[in-house]
């Protein structure tokens, strides 16, 4: 008889302008050509959401009790206006990172659906692409996913954080784009340090993008896939209907398993029966096969109710209206200081460059499609010093 093997260990995921696909079964992890057929039966598939589909969040939780950290990183989302509405906490990661007296809970807030452009639908397992590759400890990491640069920071050997943006900048760009996020997870006490570069992008050396004083690595080579700090605790809506689907079919095929058994027990005794009872045998098994075709016959209805989703929630979710109103600033020049949804009201603060740019942010937020219906009441920009300060406050429409 011959002996199989593992299961292949399959991992999708985003890099460059492709989707690749590594078999991470052995002890080496390789990557499979293009056009390699695609690996299904028994194998185990490992989907990277790429970044941009998904928010990281670090937060500070006082204590290290790890059975009360999800439900006070809960509450801080909540506060921040970026618990998805639909999902709750179904729809973030948490990793939690004790130090000392008081906890790192870094959260993934995954979308309710992933688009249709990925090649999702046949996984078995989901996280985010920074998650799943082994990044060098204190470092930030670049790489390119599709039309975005990635950049992914480590907390020793902990992903804590990342952001994309758009391939179209240049280095001076992408050189302040990471010192602002830098500043900021050091403000926040995320990182100790400023962390060493690391590029995996072909013509973008680390020493061409590292802000001011940040170290940088020679170390170009790219890091095959790696499941070390995976959590595989979120799928999307169409997996979970799946699962839900195959549960549905088992079920009917458990019932109509029994209830075959049972009428054949039932034939079985009458057979032993006189002839006087032959007649019900046939009874019986006619009924069986009526039955059988009903059930049959509902099949198709089912299919179609586990594939109808939840009902769509016709209000906007607070991320949604932050990347709204992040959409609408300009690569440079405004920085926004309060983000704050109360009482039916969308409340923005900042700080612009000129009186022109906040009068020019003003309007592409009433221009934005996604911030359609909200009746603006804006406050003429105030200019002292160097800084013009902004303040828009927009009425949310009632559902």
Known sequence: MKRQGPAPEIAIRLFDEEWQRWDLTGASPRALPADAPPINGDSQRTFAVPARQVLATPLWIEGADASTAPEAAKLELEV???????????????????????????????????????????????????????????????????????????????????????????ADEIRSWLQIITLRLQGEGVLAAPPKVVSWIEGLPAERIAPVGSPTSAESTVAPPSFKSACFDWKPQSALQAAMQRQQRE?????????????????????????????????????????????????????????????????????????????????????????????????????????????????????????????????????ESNTTTLHAVGTLPQQ
């Open 80 to 170: 921040r206006g970026l618990l998805p509405r639909a999902q709750g906490m179904e729809g973030v990661s948490l990793r939690l990172l004790p130090e000392g007296e008081r906890t790192l809970a870094v959260a993934a807030v995954f979308p309710p659906e992933l688009p249709d452009t990925v090649p999702a639908s046949e996984a078995d397992r989901y996280d985010a692409s920074p998650r799943l590759v082994a990044l060098a400890a204190d470092t930030v990491t670049l790489w390119r996913e599709g039309e975005d640069y990635v950049a992914a920071f480590t907390r020793g050997e902990n992903v804590v954080y990342w952001e994309t943006i758009d391939r179209s900048m240049g």
């Open 251 to 383: 079920r009917i095929r458990n019932i109509l398993l029994g209830v075959a058994a049972f009428y054949v027990v039932i034939v079985a005794g009458l057979v032993i029966y006189a002839g006087i009872q032959r007649w019900r045998a046939g009874h019986i098994a006619a009924e069986t096969a009526r039955l059988r075709g009903e059930v049959e016959s509902f099949q198709p209805t089912m299919k179609q109710w586990a594939f109808v989703g939840p009902t769509a929630d016709p209000s906007q979710y607070p991320i949604e209206l932050l990347s709204a109103v992040v959409s609408a600033m300009p690569a440079d020049g405004i920085r926004l200081t309060k983000f704050d949804i109360s009482e039916g009201k969308l409340t923005i603060d900042g700080e612009a460059n000129s009186y022109t740019m906040a009068s020019d942010f003003y309007d592409r937020l009433a221009a934005a499609p996604a911030l359609k219906g909200i009746t603006w009441e804006n406050q003429n920009p105030s200019v």
